[in-house]
């Protein structure tokens, strides 16, 4: 009851762009989806709790897979479409395609993700994000809190988004607001104990 109610509150519906044909054309053919990877600057965060396993979810090009195999921790990501740059990375391995909303995860240590569950329908989330907390102990999940004007089908501010997760779990918690424009917040939605991160 509350879930829905949540869900009715926070979410602003559309128009999207959100086939795997969608996402397989931008990964290949958008600069900024080939160049950007908002874990890489998250990475001693994410490691700060000592996991042995990680899964990315929405890996995008790779870089963030890339980074954390080469300090020796066992890495999956996944990810509706596949990037071409995965070989390039030496990751392609590493890679499963899959879509989360319907598809089993991979278990691991941490779970983790950037500006991808804005992509997930608002009829989907709940389950989705039931789904991923069983996935592994650990969750850090960076949010774009706006709307994209092409992809983004759930828009909540961060204070949406935690309730969300306190659906699931009540350890989530709100560890970091920013925002370069006041109209495009960002946050990070983690069950990190709060000495551990941001």
């Known amino acids: ?19 795997a044909a969608y996402y397989q054309h931008i990964h290949a053919t958008d600069h900024q989806y080939q160049a950007n990877n908002w874990l890489l ?22 870089r963030f897979l890339a980074e954390i195999k080469k300090r020796g921790l066992k890495v999956t990501g996944i990810d509706w479409a596949r990037s071409p740059l995965l070989d390039e990375l030496g990751v392609a391995e ?6 989360l909303t319907r598809n089993d995860l991979p278990s691991a240590d941490l779970v983790c993700s950037a ?42 501010s961060p204070k949406g988004w935690l309730r969300c997760f306190r659906i699931v ?18 946050c990070v939605i983690t069950n990190f104990p709060a000495n551990d991160s941001a």
């Open 1 to 19: 009851m509350i879930g829905a109610w949540i869900l009715q509150r926070f979410f602003r519906r559309g128009v999207r762009c959100t086939s």
């Open 41 to 62: 600057s998250e990475v001693e965060i994410i490691l700060s709790v000592g996991p042995t396993s990680i899964l990315e979810i929405g890996c995008g090009n790779g």
């Open 94 to 99: 590493n890679f499963q395609c899959c879509d």
């Open 115 to 156: 500006d991808v569950l804005e992509h997930i329908a608002p009829s989907a989330l709940m389950a989705t994000l039931r789904k991923i907390h069983m996935a592994g102990r650990y969750q850090y999940h960076v949010f774009a809190c706006y709307d994209d004007n092409h992809s983004h089908m759930s828009i909540m």
């Open 169 to 186: 779990s009540s350890e989530y918690r709100l560890a970091e607001v920013r925002s370069r424009d006041s109209r495009k917040p960002i």
